[in-house]
């Protein structure tokens, strides 16, 4: 089926991916309660789903391992097969694979050559604990019929565009009897694969009159495909006696066989292309025949076989037979009985009518039914949530365009400034700023509901734990039960995306190093099974997320140790340390290498790449740990991270903004609570001593801090990880919202800044990294 | 213009009877499962009756089987024949399909050509199966 518009493309992927990413969901969950018929026969119906889309296109490789995927599950879910950690391994496996050949449909638009055998023996894989013989097998006993005898004749038959070297002539004679072994001959051939072409003719001359047994099969079939030899052997595997294949050879066969009948295959072909319809009319209409036979048919279903039978008449192209066989229903009696007496009657997809009287002449037949709207009553339907997919680039770009409106919109009361002051419209400038706020207010209201479309649940990276969880417990033979808590949580796409790898790397030091192995544990007098667990929750506009393994703990000795071993810190130092102090050390650059990670049994691998990708997105990490008893470490992460709320403040004569997240307050301390120290400052602030740092002297900016008139010097407060410090600045002013954009080109390299951002009166306002310039 | 309701939980499924049904001249609607296709059914103006029912087996909430026996009870489905497309090619399926009161049964992926024959025979639709049946036979790789 070459039907691969590009429409139906996207659907699909869009769907399989929804689809594997159930399934994956799906298969950890069953895993943990294998029982639960609900979850799968649900786990069930989306590899079903799946298998049902592929087959759609010609995806064979796809359809082969997911069509053996669903075969396993239907095995699984009618309790003949118990579900078990291998099986979980084959269909986790498989869905992988599948997933990596979405990928590649997605880019390439097709799948492969490659993918076959890969895909062959993942079905094998999976087949095998079906425990019956994987198709392969069954491929490899061909049909005693051979590929390289001599063509048949009739294939000159055939116009010359089918008879193209290697194609695959089939001649498929059913079985007289084969409609009692449940074959449908007409159904097998017209589903041969790369079928180009299909003639049906009578075996034998039909039987006429009583002699005729119409549960006899009487067919000849004859196909050409375009399909490899191995994939028809296979599609007609259970049948092998019955067919004969041949290969188109090289040369074309017209010389040797130059049938007279050459100008033929026009009139044949038009005589066969009326068999088919009247082929299918006639199987469609045995169909209603075997329906109304069924004991218990329902008064409906009778209903609507008659107005079947009707439609089938009408397309048999006969007007005086569809009157005769319209004029006879009309008068027989309701029921079943009847209306099958009266359809055995005729053929109108035979080859040849034998139509007779109506058997029996009855009462006209009464109107159907209409018993009135009970059911109709309840017609105010309400429908779920109406959920439309969009796509990421069209979300990003509103997003981009909201920040240039808010850009804009700052413009607006410089303008009102510039009308007072530069042209004297005081009135003017007044109504400028009224419609300003009334902009103002819209444009705050847009970002917000952009943003909220943006929200992801963090449900959404917490998926990929469990198979991480899963597959590293297994590797590490440790037993570890993930508990996730607040999946439904959200925050900004962004966020959330950066949070991924943090996190995994998190869960992988737990798994590597906090949790131990189950004899470890239950000598501790720990239960064997520990538990991971992550939860999420919002606190006002903040995300805090929660990773707490009951593990041993950092061994703080071990670290200190290793902190001093690397020079991070002298000795004297890190014995005055307390634990929780200790602990923090792993966060230090270059706290952890290679060779380090092997022993030391607890965290430290990479924390400062963890807290480094964290505080890129504005949050903040914590580490707590107690030895025996497991680590929990604290991520707080900013909902959205789209608009960025800053600080003007003033040095060296320039504005600077300052992230308001990193600011704690702002103080004006007079001069001489300043307290200098050899070339440090410091200050008392709420009973604590903060450190001072001249802002301008950081940037290279050669100004004093000025004092305001009443002696005091501007002292903004930032917190930088676990401690405050405090920048000497100019003078404050206000708040702006802005959209960060990071330093690009040959700025990137520059230290000191998170990036820069347009104001309303088109200047740009760098941004500080304050822990940069620290 | 004949009517067809679509039911199947599959997006692209949905998408792909659309496509053919719809190039076909047949005007589509769709539901998403059984219940679905219920309250489709009872909530549709009488002066624009589904005329074909597409269904599939494997649904959420409401399976293809369930839908059909409980279509078969009201009055606005008693008429309607039922063509059930589904990937299950177990006879017994097939048998089950029967016995819920679908009068035709086609295994998915049903091809386009015999997918509209079918539905135009079973919506009487005579040029529509004749044209069917000839691209199905143009050699043209249905």
């Given at each position: 089926?070459?039907?691969?518009?590009?429409?139906?493309?996207?659907?699909?992927?869009?769907?399989?991916?929804?689809?594997?990413?159930?399934?994956?969901?799906?298969?950890?969950d069953v895993e943990k309660s294998p029982s639960d018929t609900g979850l799968l026969n649900d786990l069930f119906r989306q590899v079903h789903t799946l298998k049902g889309n592929c087959g759609l296109f010609e995806f064979k490789a796809l359809e082969h391992v997911v069509h053996a995927g669903e075969d396993l599950l239907d095995r699984i879910r009618s309790g003949q097969q118990r579900y078990n950690p291998e099986i979980a391994d084959v269909l986790l496996d498989a869905m992988d694979y599948t997933s990596s050949l979405i990928d590649v449909i997605e880019s390439q638009g097709k799948l492969p050559d490659s993918a076959q055998?890969?895909?062959?023996?993942?079905?094998?894989?999976?087949?095998?604990?079906?425990?019956?013989?994987?198709?392969?097998?069954?491929?490899?006993?061909?049909?005693?019929?051979?590929?390289?005898?001599?063509?048949?004749?009739?294939?000159?038959?055939?116009?010359?565009?089918?008879?193209?070297?290697?194609?695959?002539?089939?001649r498929y004679r059913p079985e007289a009897d084969c409609f009692f072994k449940g074959e449908d001959p007409w159904r097998l051939a017209s589903t041969t694969p790369g079928l180009l072409h299909l003639a049906v003719a009578p075996d034998q001359p039909w039987a006429s009159g009583d002699a005729f047994d119409c549960y006899v099969c009487n067919l000849d079939l004859r196909l050409v495909s375009e399909a490899p030899l191995a994939e028809i052997e296979a599609h007609f595997r259970y049948v092998p006696e019955q067919m004969a294949l041949w290969r188109m050879p090289d040369a074309p066969p017209e010389p040797a066989l130059a049938p007279p009948a050459a100008a033929a295959p026009a009139a044949e072909r038009s005589c066969v292309q009326m068999d088919l319809m009247n082929t299918r009319l006639q199987q469609i209409w045995d169909d209603q025949r075997r329906l109304l036979a069924r004991s218990g048919v329902s008064a409906g279903t009778v209903a609507s076989v008659r107005q079947t039978l009707t439609h089938l008449l009408i397309c048999r192209d006969d007007p005086p037979l569809i009157a005769e066989a319209r004029a006879a229903l009309g008068r027989i009696a309701p029921g079943p009985v009847p209306l099958a007496q009266w359809a055995l009657q005729y053929r109108p997809g035979g080859t040849d009518m034998d139509i007779e009287g109506p058997g029996q002449a009855a009462a006209s037949v009464p109107a159907p039914r209409r018993e009135g709207g009970t059911a109709a009553e309840d017609g105010s339907t309400e429908r779920g949530q109406k959920v439309l997919k969009v796509s990421q680039d069209k979300i990003d770009r509103l997003m981009e365009l909201i920040g240039e409106m808010v850009v804009a919109k700052n413009a607006l009361p410089y303008l009102a400034t510039r009308a007072e002051s530069l042209f004297g419209q005081r009135e003017l400038a007044r109504e400028i700023k009224a419609q300003y706020s009334v902009i103002n207010r819209i444009a705050e209201d847009m970002q917000h509901a952009i943003m909220q479309v943006r929200m992801l649940p963090v449900g959404i990276i917490f998926q990929r734990f469990g198979r991480l969880v899963?597959?590293?417990?297994?590797?590490?033979?440790?037993?570890?039960?993930?508990?996730?808590?607040?999946?439904?949580?959200?925050?900004?796409?962004?966020?959330?995306?950066s949070l991924a790898d943090p996190l995994i790397h998190i869960l992988r030091n737990s798994l590597d190093h906090g949790l131990e192995t189950p004899e470890v544990r239950l000598a501790a007098g720990k239960p064997a099974q520990g538990t991971l667990r992550v939860s999420a929750r919002q606190e006002g506009d903040r995300v805090m997320l929660t990773i707490h393994d009951d593990g041993a703990g950092i061994d703080t000795d071990r670290v200190r140790l290793k902190a001093i071993e690397r020079g991070l810190i002298p000795a004297d130092r890190a014995s005055t340390?307390?634990?929780?102090?200790?602990?923090?050390?792993?966060?230090?650059?270059?706290?952890?290498?290679?060779?380090?990670?092997s022993d030391l049994s607890g965290r430290g691998v990479g924390m400062d790449v963890v807290r480094n990708a964290v505080e890129r997105i504005n949050g903040q990490v914590e580490l707590e740990s107690v030895r025996g008893q497991g680590t929990t470490v604290r991520l707080t992460l900013p909902l959205s991270m789209a608009v960025t709320n800053v600080m003007m403040i003033e040095a060296g004569r320039r504005r600077f903004g300052v992230p308001m997240d990193l600011i704690v307050e702002t103080v004006r301390v007079p001069a001489e609570d300043i307290h200098h120290f050899k070339r440090s400052q410091t200050t008392v602030l709420r009973g604590r001593i903060v450190p001072l740092r001249s802002l301008s002297e950081l940037l290279g900016l050669d100004n004093e801090a000025r004092m305001n008139d009443d002696g005091e010097l501007a002292v903004l407060v930032v917190r930088l990880g676990s401690e405050n410090i405090g920048l000497l600045v100019d003078n404050f002013h206000g708040t702006s919202d802005i959209i960060l954009k990071p330093l690009e080109g040959v700025l990137a390299g520059i230290t000191g800044f998170a990036g820069t951002a347009l104001m309303g009166d088109g200047s740009v306002l760098m941004i500080l990294n304050p822990k940069e310039l620290v | 213009m004949k009517n067809i309701l679509v039911v199947d939980d599959a997006a692209t499924v949905r998408m792909y009877h659309r496509k053919m049904l719809g190039d076909a001249g047949w005007r589509i609607e769709e539901a998403v499962n059984g219940l679905e296709a219920l309250e489709r059914v009872m909530n549709q103006p009488p002066e624009q009756p589904f005329d074909l029912y597409v269904v599939d087996i494997n649904m959420p909430k409401m399976d293809g089987y369930t839908f059909v026996r409980e279509l078969r009870r009201l009055p606005q489905g008693t008429q309607v024949p039922v063509l059930m497309v589904s990937t299950e090619a177990q006879p017994q399926d097939a048998v089950a399909a029967e016995e819920a009161g679908a009068n035709c049964y086609l295994i998915k992926p049903a091809k386009p050509q015999d997918l509209v024959l079918t539905a135009a025979l079973l919506l009487g639709d005579g040029p529509a199966a004749r044209r069917a049946a000839d691209a199905q036979l143009q050699g043209v790789r249905a």
């Open positions: 089926m070459s039907l691969n518009s590009t429409e139906l493309l996207d659907q699909f992927i869009l769907e399989a991916r929804e689809c594997l990413e159930n399934i994956g969901h799906r298969l950890l055998e890969r895909s062959r023996h993942l079905a094998q894989a999976l087949r095998r604990h079906l425990g019956e013989p994987a198709p392969a097998a069954v491929q490899s006993a061909p049909p005693a019929t051979t590929a390289d005898t001599p063509l048949p004749d009739w294939i000159g038959l055939a116009p010359p565009e089918w008879r193209e070297s290697g194609r695959i002539v089939v899963r597959d590293l417990s297994k590797k590490l033979g440790k037993d570890v039960s993930l508990v996730v808590e607040g999946e439904e949580t959200e925050a900004d796409k962004n966020v959330i995306e340390l307390t634990d929780a102090e200790a602990v923090q050390l792993v966060f230090l650059p270059g706290f952890s290498t290679s060779d380090a990670i | -």
